[in-house]
């Protein structure tokens, strides 16, 4: 069986399938089935569901798959049985190929808008290649970089003095944030060192910026006039 899949693990099962059909002496085409359809006789050949075959987690393994092909003929149902006994006939000459017997389910027919018929369920394997990445080996010793941090205090504040609690306050550009505690105390245990840090603080429909400036020892106080906000 080929396993050309150049243009995605399904086009590469369809060409298979075509191919196959093609080498029985009963050449197909890609199409729903037509009632519509008066030039004779044609096989069509329509995917119509991909089916699980394996599964293989984290091994780097490629992921196989059944796609699902309904297989009849439009045109004249004399026509019709000759071309499906061809391919029936040359059906165990390719183990790849999986052919169900059973009939397809009413809702088949009923979602393609045509009328049932005599037509055969092929199922083509098909495999979809993981993608591992490659990680690069390390030829250098471990180096630690340490940055200092210090802490951070402060209080935010309204009209009068009056605590601000459950505010969201954020250190920008760190990734750190916390919030004002009952009496409008705030915390940051590890901020970088020798630079002013931006803190945005929002909540209680409020939104607004200070500069906490570098290593002072004093807690900030964040003053919010929030009659103006």
Known sequence: MSDDTSGGPIAGSTATLLTWLAGSGVPAQVSAPDDRFTGGARLSAWPYALLPEQEVRGTGEPLRLRVRYLLSVDGPARDSVQLLDAVLA??????????????????VWTGLGVAPRLAFVVDVPARVERTVP????????????????RPLYGKAIGPGGVPLAGLRVEAEGTGYATQTDPGGHFYFAGLPAGQPVRLALSGRGLQFHVEAPADSPEPVVVQCDTEEV
Do not use: K, Q, S, Y
């Open 90 to 107: 040359n059906a165990a000459r390719e183990p790849g190929l999986r052919i169900l017997f059973d009939p397809p389910a009413p809702e």
């Open 134 to 149: 490659v990680i690069p080996r390390v030829r250098a010793g471990l180096r630690l970089d340490a940055t200092a941090l």
